[in-house]
């Protein structure tokens, strides 16, 4: 499986920003968004998970973020509106086969290689 994570860059408070996380190889049961900002652990942001692609968010993401899934492409977003300086952070996209406990990083198999967010005040 390989992803690769794109989207980042600096913004604003109160702007916008769309990540993408392209997905190959495999039919994906659980895709999910972590972020990390520096001397912190990693944090979920949203998870998207099959068969029904059931949508996830942590309580930083509720109803600023978007987490979608492009079959077509096997391309998965995540639209993140009225963005926060406390979202600064590198965003990583990662995919668990078999994950029991969504939010936990430690369930997610394989990562991409992060993308710099950055929100300024």
């Known amino acids: 499986v390989q992803l690769q994570a794109s989207g980042g860059g600096l913004v604003q408070a109160g702007g916008s920003l769309r990540l993408s996380c392209a997905t190959s190889g495999r039919t994906l049961y659980a895709v999910g968004w972590f972020r990390q900002a520096p001397g912190n652990d990693h944090e979920f942001v949203a998870a998207?998970?099959?068969?029904?692609?059931?949508?996830y968010y942590g309580d930083s993401a509720k109803g600023r973020f978007t987490i979608s899934r492009d079959i077509a492409d096997d391309t998965v977003y995540l639209q993140m509106n009225n963005l926060k300086p406390e979202d600064t952070a590198v965003y990583y996209c990662a995919v668990g086969m078999r994950v029991e406990t969504i939010t936990r990083a430690s369930d997610y198999d394989y990562w991409g290689q992060g993308t710099q967010v950055t929100v300024s005040s």
């Open positions: 998207i998970r099959r068969p029904y692609d059931m949508p």
